[in-house]
């Protein structure tokens, strides 16, 4: 089977930018988010159906290549695809190219299936799976996983406020990146160039949790990377890998 | 003369709104402010070319109306127009409305241009007001003032982050919105809807700085008024009056 790719176009936006003039992390991975409950709303799968069945959608993790971040002003082509998917897993692909198709960012995703009943990870439903043409595979396709912390270089608390929850009931995207990202200073964030980045979803937070973010910075000759942990007491909701320039 | 009037539509997307499904009051703001800056580019007085002459639009105040707040996957129909100025103000009338024209929201807005030389208000500068159509006016309009907080039911503090400032080096609007509201806690913003906001900006805020987010919230027969004061140490950088029911 071939999958379904599913294309728009945005154009980047002052609110969506940060001084750097290039798009914000947390609003890149949101406009991606976007374009795949596009397809899904035109595939007739939406949330309002798939949560009618009981279920929900949840990103396990994500893997991003940043060629280039798309800059204020700037139009770019979004496209997304459902890949494969084997009994637990669903992998899809996203891309945002520049309007002459030279690749801006690739991120890879893992989705599961929430079973609102128990709270707990279901087998894939098929008549959620195959409208978009993904491919069965009885493979477990992993990503990379994400290195742990072993030295806190730097940690900032925070508190879910009821503006970090969307309309799905998650922290929304834009807030654990901020909340990462916001470990690292001016100085840093306004020199360094974002390449690529791991991110592992664990464990959910909700309103009134106080979430530590800690950070360590490890140089070596020509990358940084910086390894992220998002905690809520002891219990890791949130681990990232960043590699900067 | 006739104020120009610019139109655009927008769908409300997941990432704009709470858990409420309505937008985010932020979002809200920040969509009708993109409004008017595409028509600046539009008649080609946009921020580059206010820029280029040493100036920037800064916002003193807005005051919004709120009939219904726009919800998730709805589309609606923006609209702003200049409406008139004086020697040092400018008046900017906006509106949402649903696709049959029924008044959502209005938003009046009052803009100064900061010469960027000595970083005071300067004399409006008539090419960069003409073309809007905007009538001269010797009167200065203006717009009911804030009342002042007297007593403190709750408070807040929040460091100003990187993400926090847009590409123009200002905190946009959506945080100093979150910061306001985040005194309130779930049960009131999920049970209550905003009505009326008069918000006044008094000095800006700058990245590490540490601000107290201040609320007195008053209650009368039908209606609840609550008093915002974001303080920067001793300096008020922002008052807002909200009403909701």
């Not at 899809?92 to 991120?107: A, H």
């Not at 043409?133 to 396709?141: D, H, I, L, R």
Request: net charge negative; glycine share 4%.
């Amino acid at each position: 089977m071939v999958a379904k790719r599913y294309n728009e176009k945005h154009r980047v936006v002052f609110y969506e930018t940060d001084v750097t003039k290039n798009i914000n992390i947390g609003m890149l991975v949101d406009l991606m988010m976007l374009a795949s409950e596009n397809q899904s709303e035109q595939l007739g799968i939406g949330t309002d159906k798939v949560n009618g069945l009981g279920y929900g959608w949840v990103i396990t993790q994500h893997v991003l290549e940043i060629e280039r971040l798309p800059k204020i002003n700037e139009e770019v082509k979004i496209w997304t695809e459902a890949d494969s998917y084997n009994k637990y897993f669903c992998y899809r692909e996203f891309g945002i190219d520049d309007m002459d198709d030279n690749p801006l960012v690739r991120m890879h995703t893992i989705f599961v299936l929430m079973d609102f009943k128990n709270r707990k990870i279901s087998q894939i439903v098929p008549e959620l799976i195959i409208p978009f043409g993904a491919t069965e595979t009885p493979k477990v396709k992993r990503y990379k996983n994400v290195k742990k912390i072993k030295e806190i270089d730097n940690h900032k608390k925070y508190q879910v406020r009821f503006m970090d929850i969307d309309s799905n009931h998650h922290v929304n995207n834009v807030h654990y990146f901020d909340w990462m990202l916001d470990t690292l200073d001016y100085d840093f964030l306004s020199k360094h160039t974002l390449k690529k980045i791991n991110i592992q979803y664990k464990q959910e937070v909700t309103y009134g949790d106080i979430v530590t973010s800690n950070v360590q910075i490890i140089n070596s000759n020509d990358t940084i990377t910086t390894l992220h942990a998002v905690k809520n007491n002891d219990k890791v909701s949130c681990l990232a890998e960043c590699e900067w320039i």
